[in-house]
């Protein structure tokens, strides 16, 4: 059916109603995908695990599991392009599939040359899943004891070499240190308060200069 040398391209359908599921697998077999039927939602989860494919298209209303539910567990291990594909066109409707994790979301009917193009349009944008072996994140340094840490922080302090001093200044340091004054150790008077009794009384004196003012 492909060449040897040709890319594999797997599509698995989701689809309760066999009319609409056989015209699916006729128009991605004609875009060149080995497409792989389903009817319902658990079985379609099964074969995405089991063939891994780059395009999925997903009914909404199914038995068993809904189409939205369906889509959010797609999203919890694969990276395929899953397209919606529902009568389903309310815009709460829309947005509810998009938040679940569909990259496309067309209303029944739908013409097959819309489908095909909006699934090559995808394709023109690889995705890149995360390797299951990547590097996890590094861990956070291990604290350190908070004197260290400031220790480490501070710039050096530098230190500044001794100074040799000269024989003249040694001698003149000599000489100052045995003429230091001695330290005067006689006690301060000590203020006593004349008793109010023994204090002198200037009233009358003053009053006679007073007088002798005003006589003169």
Not at 60 to 65: A, E, K, R, T
């Given at each position: 059916?492909?060449?040897?040398?040709?890319?594999?391209?797997?599509?698995?359908?989701?689809?309760?109603?066999?009319?609409?599921?056989?015209?699916?697998?006729?128009?991605?077999?004609q875009?060149?995908?080995?497409?792989?039927?389903?009817?319902?939602?658990?079985?379609?989860?099964?074969?995405?695990?089991?063939?891994?494919?780059?395009v999925?298209?997903?009914?909404?209303?199914?038995?068993?599991?809904?189409?939205?539910?369906?889509?959010?567990?797609?999203?919890?291990?694969?990276?395929?392009?899953?397209?919606?594909?529902?009568?389903?066109?309310?815009?709460?409707?829309?947005?509810?599939?998009l938040?679940?994790?569909?990259?496309?979301?067309?209303?029944?009917?739908?013409?097959?040359?819309?489908?095909?193009?909006?699934?090559?349009?995808?394709?023109?944008?690889?995705?890149?899943?995360?390797?299951?072996?990547?590097?996890?994140?590094?861990?956070?340094?291990?604290?350190?004891?908070?004197?260290?840490?400031?220790?480490?922080?501070?710039?050096?302090?530098?230190v500044?070499?001794?100074?040799?001093?000269?024989?003249?200044?040694?001698q003149?340091?000599?000489i100052a240190?045995?003429?230091?004054?001695?330290?005067?150790?006689?006690?301060?008077?000590?203020?006593?308060?004349?008793?109010?009794?023994?204090?002198?009384?200037?009233?009358a004196?003053?009053?006679?200069?007073?007088?002798?003012?005003?006589?003169?």
């Amino acid at each position: 059916m492909f060449p040897d040398n040709a890319p594999r391209r797997v599509a698995v359908i989701i689809e309760d109603d066999p009319d609409i599921r056989n015209l699916l697998e006729a128009v991605l077999s004609q875009a060149g995908f080995e497409a792989i039927a389903t009817s319902n939602g658990l079985d379609g989860i099964a074969a995405i695990r089991a063939y891994d494919p780059i395009v999925t298209t997903l009914d909404v209303s199914m038995p068993g599991i809904d189409g939205f539910e369906t889509s959010r567990r797609i999203r919890a291990f694969s990276s395929t392009y899953l397209v919606i594909l529902t009568a389903r066109g309310d815009e709460i409707d829309t947005l509810q599939g998009l938040e679940a994790g569909a990259d496309d979301y067309l209303t029944k009917p739908f013409r097959p040359r819309v489908l095909r193009a909006r699934i090559e349009a995808m394709l023109r944008r690889p995705r890149h899943p995360v390797p299951a072996d990547a590097d996890p994140e590094p861990a956070a340094p291990a604290p350190l004891d908070a004197p260290a840490a400031l220790a480490a922080a501070a710039p050096a302090q530098l230190v500044s070499p001794p100074v040799e001093a000269s024989p003249a200044d040694a001698q003149a340091a000599t000489i100052a240190a045995t003429h230091i004054p001695p330290i005067n150790t006689t006690p301060s008077p000590v203020f006593r308060p004349t008793p109010v009794a023994d204090a002198p009384i200037f009233v009358a004196s003053v009053g006679a200069e007073r007088t002798g003012l005003n006589n003169g």
